[in-house]
């Protein structure tokens, strides 16, 4: 079966105020945030400035910082915050019974 | 009609209204006098004629500067606060150097000793007070001095020109700063303090005794419960007797017993006085014709020896004047010490006592003590040594009266701690405060008219102070006037101590000491404690906080990944492109056949597209996915290398030069101190990164004079440098010390290692950190106490028992796999959810 959202795994694989990557074959890799409140986001693996692997970033509040310039991304809509501007593709992601699925269609369009 | 004509013209029409005008003759032109004339102008410049008579030979000046002037920090001209042209511009009438001997209230003037007689409609007596001399024999020999005034001032000076001993009758706060000024004069000062402890009116006995032992380690001599006998001498002082007969030798004698107001005039011409001169609300005096203020009068029963006061008393004053009444209710007044470097405030009532309460702090190690004293959920006084930064705020509570009980639990911890919430941003305290909160204490200067001052064009701290005068006198104000620019002109004002960060209205140092005061043990509990106003701070304070605890708590911190820059998780430098760089360690720069394969192997089995030799002497292999991260250590491992750590805020290398073993000029093996150095201190967690060198001689071929540690080998010994920097802003180092052999080297390494790791902010390097703290400080702290010295070693050689196991080791072994790994990968169709 296939459903409209796909199973990635157990949400308590990806570290608090962590995250970790999902690769999409032929598409753009995801990464997936968990917050110290125990929210789940998934945003493009890919910092609207300059491509940062934002999955790197240091995971604070609802705000992921990038690694490489330190912009500071909002989780909940992919959007760069302060001075800055630009934004990374959400990716809507639930959680069910502890585990995390990503929204297929959504996956397919940063996939196409 | 030229010009000259009209200009005179002119002038003699002003004078002619002028006459026609009420006459106000002040008597006193010192800081009361002039300053209810300031406020009388303030308010309706027009309606009197004034005329200022005044005892000294000088403008107004400010009395409490004369305690810098002395100890040699202000000249005269920087403390004059109305010069000759403002007199002029306003049209006073100033009579220096000529003292009112008489007033005749029914006649209405007043007659100086010239023999100048002046009618008044208005009398105004501001003729603050004198020093109390007491009456012993001996009080009237050369070379005993009161503290008051500019002439006493250079009578001090005259005397500290010849040297030797100087005795100061009185330890309270006017013998101190005298006592304070003779001793950065030259002078060998004893203290003669007739209670058991300094300053008892200010501070409680815990305070006094911290103060003491601040002062005798300044080279003072203090004696408390010293009882003076008689002044001995012939013609000039020679020593002071004390009643339990010790004699102390004494060519100078400043009596700094207290002050009694100046009334003499006014109970002359029988004016009501009791210990001053009698005023009511309105500072008239039983004579509806004369008002008194300053330290002369005495109001609701009480006089005041501060300045603080006077600034109220002569709003109220003016208000009257230009019928405008409002009414002067009694002062609460605060006092500081302005000595340098001894932070000493003090408000209220703290003899304890019947329904009070105390809140102690103390921290031994930094000298600090503050206590603040309850009264049915009010605070009713305070007492603060050392750090007295929250000494407004606690003022501020003490004269609103108001209720804290909601605060109660963090109120010693000061402001930034107790307000919580979204007041814990200082600018929002500061701005929250109201237009009459008094900023700057010396010049009696609002809040509102700092604003005013600023929002007129003052958008510097110099232009402030040249405007409104507040922070000019002491400074002690200057962090509250900086912010007040930041909260009225944004941004573009750099403002005082930073926090370290949006999250925290605390310092980086307060965090450090709070952290080791209160004994915090993680992220959260720091945040809790510390009232942070987010919930888990932001990327820069979260790595901040982890080496702070991890420095504090060698072996019981477990430290936070997700609070470290992905580089110091990733034990890798990350690129541009999301791939690593990895660099693996080469001891003092050393290398041999058997690493140099296995990094070729490494090179080639992942496809590594650049290999280079790094500034550092050592090779970085670029472009490693941080899948492979694992497998690539696991192979250096196997070769003998470990993490060289060139990503981290850490010992990065330790580069050397080939030295005495090898080279014609070498003098010591600067080779092998600099793989012994770096076997010492690689793996150490810093502030920042750490670099070290060693050159085995002065040509200093490992740049040594550029690191943050750096050796000269000499033929004597080992010279050893400290605080250099050859990337944004080059520095070069300075000279720390030399030394004898290649185990104290190791010794003095450890020990500045360890003293930086103690005491920098985050992200600051040694370069700036060395010039914040000063070379002399440093010094002291390593080169000239041995004991601190063994000390900071010892404890940089405990945390490195903690710290040297290789990450990569634990990493290849198979820790931490899902740092490296994706969580799941799928292709778009069919979807498949797999490991
Ligand atoms: C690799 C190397 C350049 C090279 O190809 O030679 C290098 C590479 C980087 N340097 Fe450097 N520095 C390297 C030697 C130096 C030196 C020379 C030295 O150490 O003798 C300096 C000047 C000396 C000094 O630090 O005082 C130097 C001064 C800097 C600075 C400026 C530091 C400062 O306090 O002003 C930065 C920026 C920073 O740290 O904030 C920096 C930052 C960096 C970073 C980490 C930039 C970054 O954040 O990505 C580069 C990482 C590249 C990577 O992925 O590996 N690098 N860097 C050198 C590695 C040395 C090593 O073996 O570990
Ligand atoms: C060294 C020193 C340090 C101090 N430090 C502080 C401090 O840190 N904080 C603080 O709040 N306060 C401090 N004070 C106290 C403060 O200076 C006084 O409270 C303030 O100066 C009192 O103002 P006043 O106008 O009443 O008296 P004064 O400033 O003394 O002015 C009175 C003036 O009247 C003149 N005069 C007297 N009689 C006559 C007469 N018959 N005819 C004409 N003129 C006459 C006097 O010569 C004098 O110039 C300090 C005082 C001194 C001496
Ligand atoms: S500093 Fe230069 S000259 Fe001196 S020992 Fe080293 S290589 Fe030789
Ligand atoms: S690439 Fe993310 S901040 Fe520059």
Redesign the pocket.
């Known amino acids: 079966m296939i459903g409209d959202w796909i199973d990635i795994g157990w949400v308590d694989e990806i570290p608090v105020r962590g995250s970790r990557t999902v690769p999409v074959a032929g598409g753009e890799e995801v990464a997936v945030f968990r917050t110290a409140d125990g929210k789940v986001f998934a945003l493009a693996n890919r910092c609207p400035h300059k491509g940062g692997p934002l999955s790197q970033g240091i995971v604070h509040g609802h705000s992921v910082a990038c690694p490489l310039h330190n912009w500071q991304i909002a989780l909940a809509t992919g959007e760069a915050q302060g001075g800055d501007k630009g934004c990374a593709p959400t990716i809507p992601v639930k959680l069910s019974g502890g585990r995390v699925l990503l929204c297929r269609a959504s996956t397919l369009k940063a996939a196409a | 009609m030229d010009f000259y004509e009209q200009d005179l013209g002119a002038a003699a029409d002003d004078r002619t209204v002028q006459a026609a005008l009420p006459h106000l003759v002040v008597i006193g032109n010192g800081m009361a006098g002039c300053r209810a004339v300031e406020e009388l102008l303030a308010r309706d410049a027009g309606r009197y004629r004034v005329t200022i008579f005044g005892a000294e030979p000088h403008v107004n000046y400010n009395r409490i500067m004369l305690s810098p002037v002395l100890a040699g920090e202000k000249t005269f001209d920087e403390i004059v606060i109305n010069d000759r042209a403002w007199y002029a511009d306003n049209g006073i009438d100033l009579i220096v150097a000529d003292p009112v001997e008489r007033i005749d209230r029914a006649a209405k003037t007043v007659t100086s000793r010239s023999g100048r007689t002046v009618a008044y409609d208005r009398l105004l007596i501001a003729t603050g007070s004198d020093p109390f001399i007491i009456p012993v024999p001996g009080r009237d020999l050369h070379g005993v001095i009161g503290f008051r005034d500019l002439h006493d001032v250079d009578r001090m000076l005259a005397a500290a020109e010849k040297g030797g001993d100087a005795v100061v009758i009185g330890g309270g706060l006017l013998g101190l700063e005298a006592a304070h000024g003779l001793t950065l004069r030259g002078m060998k000062v004893t203290v003669l303090h007739i209670m058991p402890t300094l300053m008892e009116r200010q501070l409680d006995e815990a305070a006094a005794w911290l103060l003491k032992t601040a002062l005798e380690a300044r080279g003072q001599t203090i004696l408390t419960g010293a009882d003076t006998a008689e002044i001995v001498g012939d013609g000039w002082v020679e020593g002071v007797r004390l009643k339990d007969g010790r004699e102390i030798p004494a060519s100078l004698v400043v009596m700094a017993v207290g002050i009694r107001p100046s009334v003499a005039l006014a109970r002359e011409c029988g004016l009501e006085v009791g210990r001053g001169v009698k005023v009511d609300d309105h500072m008239v005096t039983s004579d509806p014709a004369v008002l008194a203020v300053g330290e002369c009068v005495e109001h609701d029963g009480l006089v005041y020896g501060l300045v603080a006061p006077l600034w109220e008393m002569c709003r109220a004053l003016a208000d009257g004047l230009v019928e405008q009444p409002t009414g002067y209710r009694g002062s609460v007044t605060s006092t500081k010490l302005k000595v340098a470097g001894l932070d000493v405030f003090s408000a209220g009532d703290f003899s304890g006592g019947e329904g009070t309460e105390d809140i102690v702090l103390r921290d031994a190690s930094r000298g600090i003590y503050k206590r603040v004293v309850l009264k049915e959920d009010r605070v009713v006084g305070a007492v603060l040594y050392g750090d007295t930064a929250d000494g407004g705020w606690y003022f501020d509570l003490m004269r609103k009266g108001e209720d804290v009980a909601m605060l109660r639990d963090m109120l010693i911890f000061g402001q930034a701690y107790a307000s919580g919430g979204g007041r814990t941003d200082p600018k929002a305290a500061v701005a929250a405060l109201s237009d009459d909160t008094e900023i700057c204490g010396c010049n009696g200067v609002s809040k509102g008219q700092v604003v005013a001052a600023i929002a007129g064009g003052a958008c510097s701290l110099d232009a402030v102070r040249a405007t409104c005068k507040a922070s000019a006198s002491c400074g002690s104000c200057t962090g509250l006037v900086e912010t007040l620019l930041a909260v009225t002109l944004g941004d573009e004002v750099e403002s005082g101590p930073k926090t370290m960060c949006q999250c925290t209205s605390f310092t980086h140092d307060d965090v450090r000491r709070e952290i080791v005061a209160q004994g915090l043990r993680s992220i959260p509990e720091v945040m809790q404690r510390l009232h942070w106003s987010t919930p888990d701070g932001c990327s820069s304070c979260r790595p901040a906080l982890n080496y702070y605890l991890l420095c504090a708590l060698p072996g019981d911190y477990e430290d936070d990944q997700q609070s470290r820059f992905v ?1 110091e998780r990733l034990h ?4 541009k492109d999301g791939t ?2 990895v ?1 693996p360690r080469m001891w003092g720069g050393l290398t041999n056949p058997r690493e140099l394969r296995a990094i070729a192997d490494v090179v080639e089995k992942y496809h590594a597209p650049m290999v ?7 090779l ?1 292999i ?1 472009g490693i996915r941080k899948e492979d991260l694992p497998a690539v250590w696991a192979d250096l491992n196997a070769a003998g290398m470990v993490s ?4 981290g805020k850490a010992l ?2 330790v ?1 050397t030069c080939v030295g005495s073993e090898w080279c014609r000029f070498g003098t010591q093996d600067s080779t092998g101190l600099g793989v012994k150095l770096e076997k010492m201190t690689w793996g150490s967690w810093m502030p ?2 750490f ?1 070290i ?1 060693v050159s085995g001689c002065p040509r200093n071929c490992a ?1 040594a004079t ?3 540690f750096g050796v000269v080998c000499v033929d004597s010994g080992y010279e050893l440098h400290v605080g ?7 520095r070069v180092t300075d000279l720390l010390c030399k030394v004898a052999t290649e185990q104290e080297a190791m010794e003095y390494c450890a020990a500045f290692t360890q003293l930086y790791r103690e005491e920098a902010r985050y ?1 600051e ?1 040694t ?1 700036p950190w060395v010039e914040r703290v000063g070379l002399d400080y440093v010094k002291r702290r390593i080169v000239e106490d041995e004991g601190n010295r063994k000390a900071l070693t010892r404890r940089f050689l405990h945390s490195q028992s903690f710290s040297q196991d290789d990450p990569w080791a634990t990493r290849a072994a198979g820790a931490d796999r899902q740092l490296h790994h994706p969580m799941a990968e799928f292709q778009p169709m069919p979807a498949v959810a797999a490991e």
Request: aromatic content about 8%; overall charge positive; cysteine-free.
């Open positions: 580089n890798a430098n990350i690129q690593y760089s660099v280079k030799v790094t500034g550092g002497q050592r970085d670029f060289g750590h060139a990503y990065r290398t580069k920042h990164k670099k060198a740049e550029i690191k943050d250099g920097n050859g990337g944004m802003k080059v992200l390097r370069a």
